[in-house]
């Protein structure tokens, strides 16, 4: 997900100054994504040379200026809601390539580092079923759903540590 | 904090080979503990509870439970002892399908010749929510309401260690919610639970130690953190940089 569809998405619901949408963002996203509002202000100006918002009326009271959609930017968010998602899978953390070389560098410690990463992946586990509680008693069924998802990634890669642990562990001569 | 638990070096073989042996088991577990024990069927788990909770016995190897070496029982002794020490909660429900649900709870009470059995199984009937149902046999009830029923049961004397093997395994989800909460709250107030499953996310809800058994042998046994986090500490949305 880009930072410029979620500002789109944003304006879609009314017009905004930037702190707004940086506040209406990070609410959103319920502490998920943090953005600094330099990044917003870029992301409205881009946005903006691109015609797919447009500020309304003149600068107000401390320079704010509203920005709102502007019918190009309202096809653009449209488009974009109803596109799949069929990239390339992103696998952002470090242990994918750890575990590549684990089993390169001598003593990689292949067993311990799988050991090691399955404590961390049950610790998760745990906080996010603790963070999909607490979404839920706030009312956040959105967030609750999105942590849903995350929860659901982590059992998998738990699965899966699982699995190459069982490998070393049969393929280990005792 | 109390040991309750102590099992050592206990081996578990079945004549044939079936599955779920276990091979030099030693763990310990401390009164008030919320343990998971997780690991594929087949992977000696649930053999596990049983030896602890004395429905079977081991191979070789010791079982002490709150200071009792179940070794040194008769079958009549590891009877009485499952009778005052262990609560048991099966994956499915195991209630006898012409008492109703009251009669259920109040069984492991009367085979203990308790007084006032009868108003505590009421009022362990309202503690679950399920004080409505306390007189309708368990086919008019539902599969939640029939787990609430077998943990009432569970607790009606008062039982030192809580046992429950897949407890929400034959529940929709949300009744397994609402077990899963049941056993928080249990937890809470004190109660030793040993949670048997295969699913990581109800092992990590609540239980504050994760014990991983596979092909017969404790292969982890992690701690884990029960202190709040923020969010951005677990888990982090990822966009592109800002759109060119």
Do not use: C
């Not at chain 1, 974009?80 to 750890?98: C, F, M, N, R």
Request: glycine share 10%; hydrophobic share 40%; proline share 3%.
């Amino acid at each position: 997900m880009s930072l410029k569809y979620g500002v789109l998405g944003l304006l879609a619901e009314e017009p905004l100054h930037g702190y707004e949408v940086k506040n209406r963002f990070e609410s959103m996203l319920g502490g998920t994504w943090e953005v600094n509002i330099g990044q917003i202000y870029t992301t409205l100006q881009r946005l903006e040379r691109d015609g797919l918002v447009r500020p309304v009326g003149a600068r107000g009271d401390r320079g704010k200026l509203l920005y709102e959609l502007s019918p190009p930017g309202r096809k653009a968010l449209i488009n974009w809601l109803a596109q799949p998602d069929s990239g390339p899978q992103q696998l952002h953390e470090d242990i994918y390539v750890k575990l590549l070389l684990a089993t390169r560098v001598a003593n990689g410690g292949l067993p311990a580092l799988l050991g090691r990463q399955k404590r961390a992946y049950l610790q998760r586990l745990r906080d996010l079923n603790q963070l999909e509680e607490r979404a839920r008693r706030d009312g956040r069924n959105d967030l609750a759903r999105l942590i849903r998802g995350a929860l659901l990634h982590t059992e998998a890669d738990l699965k899966w540590v699982d699995e190459l642990a069982a490998d070393a562990h049969g393929g280990k001569t005792e | 904090m109390t040991e309750l638990v102590r099992l050592t070096d206990v081996t578990k073989v079945y004549q044939g080979g079936i599955t779920g042996a276990l091979s030099s088991v030693s763990l310990s577990i401390e009164q008030g503990e919320f343990t998971a024990v997780m690991g594929p069927s087949g992977s000696g788990k649930s053999t596990l509870l049983n030896l602890i909770a004395g429905l079977d016995r081991p191979t070789s190897g010791d079982v002490v439970v709150g200071g009792t070496d179940l070794g040194a029982l008769d079958e009549a002794g590891l009877a009485r002892f499952r009778r005052d020490h262990v609560g048991f909660v099966f994956q499915f429900f195991h209630l006898l399908p012409n008492l109703t649900a009251l009669e259920n709870v109040l069984i492991p009470a009367q085979l203990k010749g308790r007084e006032n059995a009868d108003s505590r199984g009421r009022k362990l009937l309202e503690r679950l929510g399920i004080a409505d149902v306390a007189d309708r046999y368990p086919a008019r009830l539902s599969g939640g309401q029939q787990q609430r029923v077998a943990i009432a049961r569970a607790l009606i004397n008062n039982p030192t260690l809580l046992l429950a093997d897949e407890p929400t395994g034959a529940l929709d989800t949300h009744s397994g919610e609402q077990v899963m909460e049941l056993l928080a709250q249990l937890h809470r107030d004190g109660q030793t639970i040993l949670l048997v499953t295969h699913d990581a996310k109800l092992a990590t809800r609540q239980a504050s130690r994760v014990v991983s058994v596979r092909d017969g042998k404790i292969v982890d046994d992690a701690r884990l953190e029960s202190k709040e986090r923020a969010t951005s500490e677990v888990v982090r949305v990822r966009g592109e940089e800002a759109s060119r």
